[in-house]
């Protein structure tokens, strides 16, 4: 601990050049980190439920019926590809790129985020029309329950990526700023790792064992 | 006109006010509720009328409400527990003198009893424990580890206003609308909509789901502070035991939080949204309630009693002037109780229907989490062991606990046998049990550090006198009201009966009652005490800061101890580096140099969240959706609006510490030096004199 | 500025990296589905290892965590979750299973 660590968080730290911010951004990253293995564990009782779930459809429709694969492989490709935005866009920043690239990585970022969002929306909306709403089945409710937590998440990080958008306008390249973007860039991440989890467990898993 | 009126005000109306059911029909249930209520609302018209009289509205909203110092949070933290747990003594007297006034069904109905006992155990978790423990380890865990305030001060104080408007939630629902005849574990399907459509669960949802949310930032906020902001020196093996107990217990709330969020939640969806989580029909399963709610109820059992062992382990050795003994078979202890009490969830619900193996793989795991905890209990008994005991009023708490603990943990052992626990489950023996546990676990371990670091923070000892008043009389309350509830729960009363028969209970009903009297009285000593001791202030000031002769880094500085904590940070050499320091003479050095120090600027975001999402939960409670949309979009503006934010900090220059800092050493090395015989004497300014012999 | 230039390749090609992994992992995992339907244990353990892989190569290249001393911390942290997750969730399968069992007798 005593030596200067190059790389005392995870995700992209900021390193020298921006010795102060990597002192004062290392504890409140490391702040955020554990955050989200306690908002993991949100997510962990949610799949452990959607499991114990998955047959208690109640007669409504199931997993057959209502999963669109092509929807969801269209979904993984965006938000993964966002993933590799929101990287990129935090690289521009770090190694001070010219502005207009990290005005492009965010605004992709963005964009995928909210595609994302509107066929997720297209998708619950779709089920709905075949009588797949949570007030159906316990099942439903288990799906319910999990999904939209993840849609939530990923519009919170959009609300957040404009927010820090707008900031990097008025207060400008600040290591405080730029300590947050590295914070939504885990977040991001975060939330890529549960989508793994989410089309493994409930979309093949569902379909598998539904 | 009527449909306008019921959306803007949702399902409030004049029948949520209990003076309504007064009028309608005045009998001693509505008597009692109207009292409760007109109780909550002279309270507050007092606090406001002492406030404005004494014109201390300005001080309380520019020293306290928008502080970010922990020492002033810690503090806020213990006054709202204190007062959360007059409530919930005073509950726990009407429900045994409801039960003393047997057989028959005694003078509440069973709604309102049902109330009591729900309100009561929401609040002495919720609102009475975590608080009082987390007020505590926020005043003390930086002033252990050598730190200038916790890692994210701010954050800090909006978890103090998320607890304390959940708390206040339980307040209101005192005077408009009733609280959940749940109990405080709220199991569906009878806190479903279908069973119970009022507003009852609702208020116990949401105060859960916000104080949770407040617990789980303070868990990341010490796991932080601990792990990254101890003094140069200071490696894990020479932390303070107290701060390993709390570090493990932020890992619990980090980790068992979430279980109830979701909990509570999934109840809210069912309730609100028609979902099928826990419902009776359309294949929810209520059971996984039940497993999600101990999910995190057993880690929260730990993570209240962890601190508490902390407290002990620092008063024991204190108080002994000893090194603590065993602290590395303490170190693993705690870390294998955290760890365990993920593996046991299970025995709050052995009787419902799994398999014998399944129910005899946690009851074992249950009985081996008593090995590191009796692991604990040697540890201690040595520390006292041939150690120069001072019978100070913490010392009497971690006696009586000694003795009580080990019997309310060898019950605990009786219960993980499933097969016991199939005769006395939902008896009265695990509410001795569980009291048995809780109080002279947890309680007393509180009262105990709130007179041991009282002096740390106000400058002035309690008086010992009615300190050892208040011990005997919680000892002895604690004993008369609960231990004749092993016998009524072995002889078969059930908990939570609002009326009862069976004429053989009645003596022991008679003696909880009278005990519960003395528990109230040993509340009235811990105002008393406190009263006293405000009065006497001026004949037990302990300016230089070490009354007891502490081992830890946080005697080492004046009391109250100055907003930065320390003039300079400390560099650490040992464990119980101050007692290692004392020995070597070389305490209260006079450093080179000084430097600016950066401190946290005060903010009102904490305050400003708390009325939020108070008005936030109570249109959720009363279906006033345009304003429960309202405060959610405030709710998020007001966290933008604050991150805008950048000048969250202020210096203060080198030359105010060095003066404050010279002033305090030259007290320091002009004050007489006490022995511990006269710890309680008016001599005692803060200065020990070391022992001569140094025991080991 | 050259040190800064290597760097900034060195990053970006780690993030590319993982990209690429991912979205290989991604194809196959849904190839597997569409060839194989998603109907037999055997197709659905390939997907969840596949799925597995992913997490650890978006772990070690968008997350940057491995085993060097100075993230060990960070490990520490992911694995004691995973611990932690581990009891839960198989307690809650086991235990709910069990009780639907024993109700239904499946």
């Avoid at chain 2, 001072?390 to 019950?411: D, H, N, Q, T």
């Avoid at chain 3, 520490?76 to 198989?90: E, Q």
């Amino acid at each position: 601990m005593k030596r200067a660590p190059t790389h005392s968080y995870p995700g992209i730290n900021l390193g020298e050049r921006h010795a102060s911010a990597h002192k004062a951004s290392e504890v409140v990253t490391f702040g955020f980190w554990v955050f989200l293995m306690s908002d993991l564990v949100y997510f962990g009782l949610m799949f452990a439920t959607y499991i114990t779930m998955i047959d208690a459809q109640a007669g409504g429709p199931g997993p057959h019926e209502l999963f669109d694969l092509k929807s969801i492989f269209a979904q993984t490709l965006i938000l993964l590809t966002s993933s590799l935005t929101v990287g990129l866009a935090m690289l521009a920043l770090k190694y001070n790129l010219p502005r207009a690239r990290i005005v492009l990585w965010f605004g992709v970022t963005l964009a995928l985020g909210v595609s994302f969002l509107v066929l997720e929306m297209r998708d619950f909306l779709a089920m709905a029309e075949k009588g797949g709403i949570p007030q159906r089945s316990g099942f439903l409710s288990a799906y319910y329950g999990l999904v939209p937590l993840h849609g939530l998440h990923v519009a919170a990080g959009c609300l957040w990526l404009i927010v820090l958008g707008v900031q990097l306008r008025v207060m400008g390249m600040t290591d405080l700023v730029i300590s947050r973007v590295m914070r939504l860039a885990l977040f991001w991440h975060f939330l890529d790792l549960i989508w793994i989890g989410i089309i493994t467990i409930v979309y093949f898993g569902g379909l598998t064992y539904g | 006109m009527t449909s306008t009126v019921s959306s803007f005000f949702g399902r409030l109306n004049w029948d949520a006010l209990p003076i309504t059911g007064l009028i309608r029909d005045p009998n001693a249930n509505e008597i009692v509720a109207n009292v409760a209520a007109g109780i909550v609302i002279v309270g507050v018209v007092a606090v406001v009328g002492l406030l404005t009289v004494f014109r201390l509205w300005g001080p309380l909203w520019r020293d306290w409400l928008t502080s970010a110092d922990h020492k002033k949070i810690g503090i806020m933290y213990v006054v709202f527990a204190i007062v959360m747990l007059a409530r919930g003594v005073l509950e726990g007297v009407v429900m045994r003198a409801q039960q003393a006034a047997g057989p028959g069904d005694g003078f509440l109905e069973a709604e309102h009893f049902a109330e009591l006992f729900s309100t009561h155990g929401t609040i002495m978790i919720f609102f009475v424990a975590v608080p009082f423990v987390f007020g505590i380890a926020n005043f003390v865990v930086p002033l252990m580890i050598g730190a200038r305030d916790v890692a994210f001060p701010v954050m800090n104080q909006i978890s103090l206003g998320l607890t304390v408007s959940a708390g206040m939630m339980l307040m209101v629902s005192l005077v408009v609308g009733e609280f959940s005849t749940g109990g405080w574990t709220a199991y569906p399907p009878y806190t479903g909509a279908a069973f119970n459509p009022g507003v009852g669960p609702d208020y116990w949802i949401w105060a859960i789901v916000v104080s949770g949310i407040g617990t789980t930032l303070t868990g990341i906020n010490f796991a932080v502070t601990i792990y990254k902001l101890r003094a140069p020196g200071m490696g894990f093996m020479r932390m303070p035991m107290y701060c390993w107990t709390i570090i493990c217990s932020s890992i619990l709330i980090i980790f068992a939080m979430p279980p109830l969020g979701v909990a509570a939640l999934l109840l809210a969806a069912d309730r609100y949204l028609d979902f099928h989580f826990f419902t009776n029909d359309l294949g929810g399963n209520m059971m996984n309630y039940a497993n999600l709610f101990w999910l995190f109820g057993h880690p929260e059992v730990y993570l209240l009693v962890l601190p508490a062992y902390g407290i002990y382990s620092e008063v024991f050795a204190t108080f002994s002037a000893k090194r603590l003994y065993g602290y590395n078979s303490l170190v693993i202890a705690t870390m294998s109780i955290a760890i365990m009490s993920f593996t046991v969830w299970l025995h709050h619900f052995f009787t419902m229907g799994q398999s014998a193996l399944i129910n005899a793989v946690f009851g074992i795991a249950t009985m081996l989490i008593a090995i590191p905890t009796g692991v604990k209990v040697y540890d201690w008994m040595a520390t006292l062991w041939r150690g120069r005991i001072r019978f100070s009023v913490p010392m009497l708490y971690g006696l009586s606990f000694l003795m009580l603990f080990v019997i309310g943990g060898l019950s605990g052992v009786i219960l993980a046998n499933p097969t016991v626990d199939y005769q006395v489950h939902n008896t009265l023996f695990l509410v001795a049990h569980f009291h048995n546990v809780l109080l002279p676990g947890v309680l007393f371990g509180l009262l105990a550090a709130y007179n041991y670091w009282f002096p740390k923070a106000f400058g002035f000892r309690l008086n010992e006198f009615w300190g050892r008043v208040t011990v005997a009389l919680w000892t002895f309350g604690f004993m008369l009201t609960f231990l004749p509830l092993y016998f009524v729960g072995l002889m078969g009363m059930p908990r939570r009966s609002f009326s009862w028969e069976d004429p053989s209970f009645h003596p022991y009903m008679i003696v909880a009652v009278i005990g519960a009297m003395v528990i109230l009285a040993a509340l009235l000593s811990v105002l008393v005490q406190l009263w006293v001791s405000i009065r006497d202030r001026n004949k037990t000031r302990v300016p230089v800061g070490d009354p007891w002769d502490g081992r830890t880094l946080e005697w080492s500085i004046p009391s109250p101890p100055p907003p930065y904590n320390f003039a300079i940070i400390p560099q650490v050499t040992d464990r119980d580096d101050f007692a290692a320091t004392k020995e070597r003479r070389m305490a209260y050095p006079t450093p080179d140099a000084y430097e600016d120090i950066e401190m946290p600027r005060n903010t009102g975001i904490g305050f400003i969240l708390c009325v939020l999402s108070g008005i936030w939960m109570f249109a959720l409670v009363w279906w006033i959706w345009w304003l429960a949309a309202l405060m959610t979009v405030l709710i998020i503006l007001a966290i933008i609006v604050w991150s805008f934010d950048t000048s969250t900090e202020f210096i203060i220059p080198a030359e105010d510490v060095r003066k404050e800092h010279e002033a305090w050493l030259a007290l320091a090395h002009s004050a007489a030096a006490v022995d511990r015989d006269l710890e309680e004497a008016p001599e005692n300014r803060g200065l020990a004199r070391p022992d001569l012999e140094v025991a080991t | 500025m050259d040190k800064r230039t290597e760097m900034h390749r060195r990053e970006r090609r780690r993030y590319v990296i993982g990209y690429g992994g991912s979205l290989l992992l991604t194809l196959a995992v849904f190839a597997i589905a569409y060839h194989f339907g998603i109907e037999t244990t055997g197709v659905y353990l390939t997907i969840g290892l596949l799925g597995l892989a992913q997490l650890i190569v978006q772990l070690v290249y968008f997350l940057h965590i491995d085993r060097r001393r100075s993230s060990r911390e960070d490990l520490d942290l992911i694995l004691f979750s995973t611990l932690v997750l581990l009891i839960i969730i198989l307690g809650t399968v086991w235990i709910l299973g069990n009780l639907a069992i024993r109700m239904h007798g499946m």
